[in-house]
């Protein structure tokens, strides 16, 4: 473990899985229209969304996906994690109340470069909305020791 209770590199081993969840609420969603500037409609106004093939409302891709950063940076590998790249496919819309489930998998482990690839899965109940993979950058413990000073001799004053 890292100094921030991270997992080090040096801890991961495939199979290893976390998962972290989060309910979108109405609040969420207007925010996150603010902060990125996407105010479509399928988002922001019911009634033009309920003319759609959604029949109504939906979060923001992204603000799902959002779910799985924090499975990320909070849970595996956890702080001091990096995301290098995420690849995901969306598979079903997710609706103001629903409960994302992001969980994450090691799939594979670099330990010379401190890189590992998990598979990245977000469910609202038993469905798959979001499935992916993503490359994250972890921390090292053998690179802390590695750039640690090395220890002085203390000088006897004469």
Do not use: W
Request: hydrophobic share 40%; proline share 5%.
């Amino acid at each position: 473990m890292n100094p921030m209770n991270g997992h080090d590199i040096e801890d991961l081993r495939p199979g290893m899985q976390a998962t972290f969840s989060k309910t979108i609420t109405e609040a969420d969603i207007v925010l996150f229209a603010g902060v990125s500037g996407d105010n479509n409609a399928v988002h922001t106004n019911e009634e033009f969304a309920q003319t759609t093939a959604f029949g109504g409302r939906i979060a923001h891709g992204f603000l799902t996906a959002s779910v799985i950063s924090a499975a990320v940076a909070n849970r595996l590998p956890g702080p001091g994690t990096v995301y290098l790249g995420q690849q995901m496919k969306f598979c079903a819309p997710v609706r103001p109340g629903d409960t994302v489930h992001a969980t994450v998998t090691v799939l594979s482990v670099d330990e010379a470069r401190a890189r590992a690839v998990l598979s990245t899965v977000c469910r609202v109940r038993e469905t798959v909305v979001i499935e992916g993979e993503a490359t994250v950058m972890t921390t090292s413990q053998r690179r802390r020791q590695a750039a640690a000073p090395a220890p002085t001799a203390a000088r006897v004053a004469a």
